[in-house]
């Protein structure tokens, strides 16, 4: 009792100091060009690449483990490439200064805004890992069921709304066909398509996944180049990919959620960035944690591995909060994302 007690105590006082420590502008001093720096890298690799694709990539790749890396297609191969070219010329202007946390998530807000998206000031002072591949688990599976995915977010603090607002950004990403083609056929042994898919979507996804290796699907089937609120409205009309997703029109704790942000896309807008800037927050290492690593893909040398600072560093989770599920070594953090390996279904 008193061990729980202390340990909850702790996470409170934690986490407010670790968001106290995130600062927007918190290169001002010790690398005043870093944002820029990062936002003209990105900005070129959309000038020379189809852009709403590298959107859905950062925006995915802010939770994504090694073990997914090794799954992705070249998009993973591309997104990596960006972020070293990134850290790259950062090492120049400004040495060992600027994290790869940092980097990762203003290259995803500035990809957001690329992709006519909100553009919002990120809090910046995260300290990466000083382990690569954390086993950690944050986007549960495709087929999960909506009061599940609830319980997940709130593990990690996030709301119902910033949840909803959060797998909006499915509104710029691609599935793998081994993500929803259950639903396509024999849906639940039915023999037939899920009912809740539009039959004129189903055609459609058919013949894309008759292709070979596995083919990919714009979650947004209306407008996948923009980060709009498209793809809600679009799950209006039964029209959602993933069943996570159509499930999200249906269900009664989002189904309020989900057709205020179709058709308010400036509302949508506001909570995605709102949303965005609070999962950037959680579970963050800042102040003297961790390290600012040099090479983003792996640790610095010679620093002691630390089981109290995993991956992107988060703290110990608390023992009596809900875990959440653990998917065999791919898991995906709750980036609204796509790409994803077919065993942990991504969202
Ligand atoms: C990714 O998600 C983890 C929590 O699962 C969080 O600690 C980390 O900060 C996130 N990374 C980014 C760049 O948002
Ligand atoms: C950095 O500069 C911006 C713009 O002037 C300002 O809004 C922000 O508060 C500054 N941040 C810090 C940590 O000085
Ligand atoms: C991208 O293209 C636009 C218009 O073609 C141009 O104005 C801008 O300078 C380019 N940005 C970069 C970073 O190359
Ligand atoms: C990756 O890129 C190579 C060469 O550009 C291409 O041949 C290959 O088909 C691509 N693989 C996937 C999965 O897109
Ligand atoms: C919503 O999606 C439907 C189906 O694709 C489309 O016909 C309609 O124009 C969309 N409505 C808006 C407001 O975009």
């Known amino acids: 009792m008193g061990t729980k007690f202390s340990v909850l105590l702790l996470l409170f006082i934690l986490f407010p100091l670790a968001l106290a420590q995130l600062k927007v502008g918190f290169y001002n001093s010790t690398c005043p060009r870093a944002e820029s720096i990062i936002g003209q890298i990105v900005a070129k690799r959309f000038n020379t690449t189809a852009s709403g694709c590298d959107a859905s990539i950062l925006i995915d790749s802010t939770n994504t483990t090694e073990s997914e890396k090794d799954a992705g297609a070249n998009q993973t191969?591309?997104?990596?490439?960006?972020?070293?070219?990134?850290?790259?010329?950062?090492?120049?202007?400004?040495?060992?200064?600027?994290?790869?946390?940092?980097?990762?998530?203003?290259?995803?807000?500035d990809a957001v805004a690329l992709s006519k998206g909100p553009?919002?000031?990120?809090?910046?002072?995260?300290?990466?890992?000083?382990?690569?591949?954390?086993?950690?688990?944050?986007?549960?599976?495709?087929t999960i069921s909506v009061s599940d995915?609830?319980?997940?977010?709130?593990?990690?603090?996030?709301?119902?709304?910033?949840?909803?607002?959060?797998?909006?950004?499915?509104t710029v990403g691609?599935?793998?066909?081994?993500?929803?083609?259950?639903?396509?056929?024999?849906?639940?042994?039915?023999?037939?398509?899920?009912p809740t898919m539009d039959p004129a979507l189903v055609a459609e996804l058919k013949r894309i996944c008759s292709g070979n290796n596995d083919p990919t699907a714009f979650l947004d089937q209306g407008t996948p180049f923009v980060l709009d609120n498209q793809f809600y409205n679009q799950t209006l009309f039964k029209r959602g990919v993933m069943q996570i997703d159509q499930r999200l029109a249906s269900d009664k704790s989002t189904s309020g959620i989900v057709s205020g942000f179709a058709s308010n896309n400036a509302a949508f807008r506001l909570r995605f960035a709102e949303a965005m800037?609070?999962?950037?927050?959680?579970?963050?290492?800042?102040?003297?944690?961790?390290?600012?690593r040099q090479n983003c893909r792996v640790v610095n040398q010679g620093k002691p591995l630390s089981s109290g600072n995993l991956g992107q560093g988060k703290p110990k989770k608390p023992v009596d909060q809900p875990k959440p599920k653990k998917q065999k070594s791919k898991t995906k953090r709750q980036k609204p994302k796509s790409k994803k390996n077919p065993k942990n279904g991504k969202k």
């Open 77 to 109: 191969v591309r997104e990596f490439e960006l972020i070293d070219e990134a850290k790259v010329a950062l090492e120049k202007e400004c040495p060992s200064t600027v994290s790869c946390a940092d980097i990762i998530t203003l290259a995803t807000r």
């Open 119 to 142: 553009f919002y000031a990120v809090p910046t002072g995260r300290r990466d890992g000083l382990v690569s591949n954390p086993d950690e688990v944050f986007l549960p599976g495709p």
């Open 149 to 170: 995915a609830i319980n997940v977010f709130a593990a990690k603090k996030l709301t119902v709304n910033n949840m909803v607002a959060l797998l909006g950004g499915h």
């Open 174 to 194: 691609v599935a793998h066909c081994s993500f929803f083609e259950d639903r396509l056929s024999n849906f639940q042994g039915t023999n037939a398509p899920d």
């Open 277 to 292: 800037v609070k999962m950037g927050s959680i579970e963050v290492l800042v102040g003297n944690n961790g390290q600012i």
